[in-house]
């Protein structure tokens, strides 16, 4: 139970109560941090069993398809109907401000911003959400519950992000759907990861959908969408 809601709870205390405060990116590396050791606590001071998975191996054609499906459904989307939905119509003046707090508003500090989220950062949420807590949760219960569990967990912590985004004033109708979907995509990382025994598909579909977001955080914050 901790360590499906420790990041949600991080995710809180440096993004929204210490969000501008001059030391909140070393709060945000220490919460990383803690983050990082609690499957290591768990496999190795509680003797969680830990299933072993081809790490790097298996699936790569799968999680490249799914991610570049979603990636491009995503950046259409965008380019369509929802860059003109009234809800995101404060994200870009948002973003641009959470990106001037971790001194990434400049073109080259995002794009090293862009390549460390979308290759090193989803590697660790696979590491974390998939192997650890979807891997705890399927040794205990049937797929049909862990697999959503572990989705609703991992949702639940982009709620605190996309909820400051969207200025906290569209919950029911923009905060919601955008967190399910989410899930969604969490669900299908899941199911990768379970098909193929790999970090390596979850991994690279993960990759290309946070690629293509970070390609569209950009582009709102030009006033482009």
Known sequence: MAAALFPTLASWLYFVVW?????????????KLVQATLPLLGWGWLHLRRDRPRVL?????????TGALLAAASLAALAGPLGRWAPLAVAPARILDRLAAVGAASP?????LAIGLSVAHSLFEEYYWRWFLFGQLAQRLPLRWAL????????????????????????????LPLTLLVAAAGALWAWLFQRYRSLLAPWLSHLLVDAALMAAGWRMVAGRW
């Open 19 to 31: 969000a501008h405060q001059p030391w909140m990116r070393w709060l945000y590396v220490g919460c």
């Open 148 to 175: 959503p569990l572990a989705s609703a967990a991992f949702a639940l912590h982009h709620w605190i992000v996309i909820d400051n985004f969207l200025g906290g004033g569209h919950r029911l109708d923009a905060t």
């Open 57 to 65: 191996h298996g699936g790569a054609w799968a999680g490249l398809g």
């Open 108 to 112: 080259g500090r995002y794009l090293l």
